[in-house]
């Protein structure tokens, strides 16, 4: 996993302050920063890159951050960032809302509207961990992505305890992923946080009924994901399990554009072709993968792929560790 690391003890200490808001302006999005400890401004940062998607680790002083409308107007990714806050405390102004955060909480806010965010540690240096990623990319209606910033949201039960595991894992440990892998983990972390997303605006006075049925299709999701090797996971086994009918589950997916069978095959044959790709299993038997994406007959299992790819899984292995 490729990862970018900046210190202020790289620069003479008069210039640290600016080193630090030019390089966030570079690694987040461009803000004005003012803090008490400018004179002596001993922060660091590492910046995980997932691809569409980072997850940045950040260490620094109190300070007083604003995204200003001049800013915005200059330029504007249209990025979501949700910030897990390790230690110390948060407080955002954004879209109406005046909100505070501690530690174990966390919070979304939107690169296209003005922002001040204060962050105060008693007696040192604030930790949080920042996600950043496009705004298309939660699978959210945006109506509903609007509602869900600058509130506070869980990371202690739930989709926010998930969430927040994932953070922190993957923010401490990027050396355990291959770059290839960063796809896989921005899914995780959109799902994720769409989850919590819903069940932090489920528990609202008046929750909007399309939360409830996005928070129950992600868990669906979930359910499958952790199944995906067992030959018996059909849509009728989903439903069961979650206590609706069959019926209702065909009509999450179709909501969603999916098709609960094929969405299950689809990710067994996406799973099999990274296995089958990965020259630590190329001399594991193309059955024995078939199997543990859950395909019992090796002929279902080649006709299907090759549905899928374009060629058989023998002819895809040899390609990819070819390359």
């Known amino acids: 996993m490729w990862v970018q690391r900046f210190s202020t003890e790289e620069v003479p200490e008069r210039e640290r302050f600016g080193f630090w808001h030019d390089a966030m302006a570079t690694a987040l999005i461009p803000t004005v920063m003012g803090s008490e400890h400018a004179d002596a ?42 910030s897990l806050t390790l230690s110390g405390e948060m407080a955002i102004s954004q879209a109406g809302r005046d909100t505070a955060f501690r530690a174990g909480d966390l919070m ?94 489920d528990a609202e006075a008046a929750p909007a009924p399309e939360s409830r049925r996005r928070a129950l299709f992600l868990r669906t999701q979930d359910f499958v994901r952790g199944r995906l090797a067992d030959p018996d996971l059909v849509p009728g086994t989903v439903a069961a399990a979650h206590h609706i009918s069959v019926r209702y589950l065909h009509r999450l997916y179709q909501d969603e554009g999916l098709t609960v069978g094929t969405w299950i095959r689809d990710l067994r044959l996406a799973g099999a072709a990274r296995d089958l790709a990965d020259p630590a299993l190329r001399r594991t038997p193309v059955h024995d993968i078939a199997v543990r994406w859950g395909f019992r007959h090796p002929a279902a299992f080649s006709r299907a792929f090759r549905a899928a790819h374009g060629r058989s899984p023998s002819e895809h292995r040899e390609c990819a560790q070819s390359q």
Do not use: N
């Open 108 to 201: 979304v806010y939107d690169s296209s509207l003005p922002f001040v965010g204060v962050t105060r540690h008693a007696t040192g240096r604030l930790d949080h961990i920042v996600a950043q990623f496009p705004k298309e990319l939660l699978p959210l209606p945006a109506r509903e992505a609007e509602r869900v910033v600058a509130l506070r949201m869980d990371g202690g039960s739930g989709f926010g305890r998930l969430l927040a595991g994932f953070l922190t894992t993957l923010a401490a440990d990027p050396g355990a992923f291959r770059p290839e892998d960063g796809p896989r983990l921005t899914t995780v972390l959109m799902d994720l946080l769409a989850g919590a997303a819903a069940a932090r605006l």
């Open 41 to 82: 401004f001993r922060a660091e940062a590492r910046v995980v890159d997932l691809g569409a998607a980072q997850v940045t680790t950040l260490r620094y002083p109190p300070l007083v951050t604003r995204r200003t409308p001049r800013l915005i107007r200059r330029a504007d990714p249209g990025y979501y960032q949700v």
